[in-house]
């Protein structure tokens, strides 16, 4: 079993930045992916930024050019760096971990955007 602990939201206003983590605890096997999710009111869980343990990135359109997605794999930890940020940025961002048919979630952290 995984557990992933989500920390770094919080409240800044449009244009500001903030750096999200990740750590990951329990059995974990190597070559998998993780990233970031983020679910706003109304709207169904969408993809921010997957890293591979190899280092390829995957971003939203809507997010590319502002966030950075980063491992350390040696401390099990995912982060991610969010310039710029807008008011429709505002949602609980959850952190994510998947190897092979395994998929694991954190509990959200929310990040909040005020115009």
């Known amino acids: 079993q995984v557990q992933l602990v989500e920390s770094g939201g919080g409240l800044v206003q449009a244009g500001g930045s903030l750096r999200l983590s990740c750590v990951a605890s329990?059995?974990?096997?190597?070559?998998?992916?993780m990233g970031w999710y983020r679910q706003a009111a109304g709207i169904q869980r969408e993809l921010v930024a997957t890293?591979?343990?190899?280092?390829?990135?995957t971003y939203a359109d809507s997010v590319k050019g502002r966030f950075t997605v980063s491992r350390d794999n040696a401390k099990n930890t995912v982060y991610l760096q969010m310039n710029n940020l807008k008011p429709e940025d505002t949602a609980v961002f959850y952190c994510?971990?998947?190897?092979?048919?395994?998929?694991?979630w954190g509990q959200g952290t929310q990040v909040t955007v005020s115009s």
């Open positions: 994510n971990l998947r190897h092979l048919t395994n998929n694991y």
């Open positions: 329990g059995t974990i096997r190597s070559m998998n992916t």
């Open positions: 890293v591979t343990w190899l280092g390829s990135t």
